[in-house]
């Protein structure tokens, strides 16, 4: 009883995060301190950061794992589901409820050029993180020639994204390896 | 069965997409092509509300592909499929793994991915680009001069340190006026 008592309280502080936030990952952590350290005492505030550095390394949204971790260490499996649970509802009703309504409203002319005009901001967003992903990504030539390379396969070729990302790792591993022994 | 096709295609994104939300978005891009749930136009609109709707920016992307294929158990489908990976791993690392981020090897499986990843969410934006800034009329296709100017403009002033800070939502009401605007 205790646990479902416990799995409650997570869904619900994590169904706070998750509908208070506006875009995940780092917007995140602000709230997540409040709630988690100071509201609930679940963690420390270094805990929080090893978590995000966990976070940003394994595959997945960094909300969720995030999420998971928390909810693991604080009541096992059912623990990770419920926070995990919790900080994806508010997406869920929030996105259905918004996609249903702007199916309503699509056809009229100022919609259509009011989306048209968000496209191209958009596109300018994502160039834009782009840009700080591959400043903060590319450290050195190797770092630059996987970039180029990426971007060259994803676009030119039926490469599967997947199989990208893996060769990338794989490639990550060798040229350590190498570089390590001629270091050492 | 568009259930098991939609869980097998998120969980498959859910295990390959590491660095935060946008890493989802190559994946979601090459959806597209694949199957007929949303066009890579609509994929913009997608992006658009997920960045100005609370939640993360990864979940919110996947519920609303996710409708947009199925309706709400679809959104739902999509939703769980893609937190599902990592609900096993990060278990999985709480429990046996300690100090995974500094495990050397985990650093140079990273250190490989990082720049790809930034390649292939650049992969996504060129896909976006040429949608946003090209008519494609039933005969001729020719470049929207209006748009190119705006995604330059835009792309330039998010370039300013002040301007950067500011909240995609800003940016994004400012795009559907420009675009009601301009008629583009």
């Given at each position: 009883m205790m646990n479902l008592q416990k799995c409650g309280e997570l869904y619900i502080s994590f169904f706070k995060i998750g509908g208070l936030t506006?875009?995940?990952?780092?917007?995140?952590l602000p709230m997540l301190q409040r709630e988690v350290?100071?509201?609930?005492?679940?963690?420390t505030e270094e805990e929080i950061l090893d978590m995000y550095a966990i976070g940003q390394c394994t595959p997945g949204i960094i909300a969720v794992n995030t999420a998971t971790y928390v909810g693991y260490r604080q009541a096992g499996f059912i623990g990770g589901v419920s926070a995990t649970l919790g900080v994806v509802s508010p997406s869920v009703i929030i996105i259905c409820l918004v996609a249903s309504i702007l199916q309503n409203f699509i056809h009229l002319p100022a919609v259509l050029h009011a989306l048209a005009g968000i496209r191209i901001i958009v596109c300018a967003l994502m160039m834009n993180t782009v840009v700080t992903m591959a400043k903060k990504g590319i450290i050195d030539k190797l770092g630059a020639v996987l970039f180029a390379g990426g971007f060259i396969l994803a676009c030119f070729?039926?490469?599967?994204t997947a199989l990208i990302i893996v060769a990338a790792g794989i490639i990550g591993v060798i040229a350590k390896r190498i570089g390590g022994k001629k270091t050492s | 069965m568009i259930y098991l096709t939609l869980a097998f295609e998120f969980f498959k994104i859910g295990l390959f997409s590491?660095?935060?939300?946008?890493?989802t978005l190559p994946f979601l891009m090459d959806l597209t092509a694949k199957y007929d749930w949303y066009t890579a136009s609509e994929l913009a609109n997608m992006i658009a509300i997920s960045e100005s709707t609370p939640g993360p920016v990864g979940i919110n992307m996947a519920t609303y592909a996710g409708y947009n294929a199925a309706g709400i158990p679809g959104a739902v489908v999509a939703t769980l499929s893609l937190t599902a990976p990592a609900l096993i791993i990060i278990i999985v690392i709480a429990k046996f793994l300690e100090n995974f981020s500094e495990n050397p090897t985990v650093k140079a499986v990273f250190y490989g991915i990082r720049p790809t990843v930034a390649a292939l969410i650049g992969y996504a934006v060129w896909e976006l680009l040429k949608i946003a800034l090209v008519i494609t009329g039933s005969e001729t296709t020719q470049i929207a001069y209006t748009s190119v100017f705006i995604f330059l403009g835009a792309f330039l002033l998010l370039q300013v340190k002040r301007l950067k800070k500011l909240h995609p939502l800003v940016w994004i009401i400012a795009g559907a006026v420009i675009g009601i605007l301009f008629k583009i």
């Open positions: 506006f875009g995940g990952g780092l917007a995140m350290v100071t509201e609930r005492g679940w963690c070729t039926p490469i599967p | 590491i660095g935060g939300g946008m890493a």
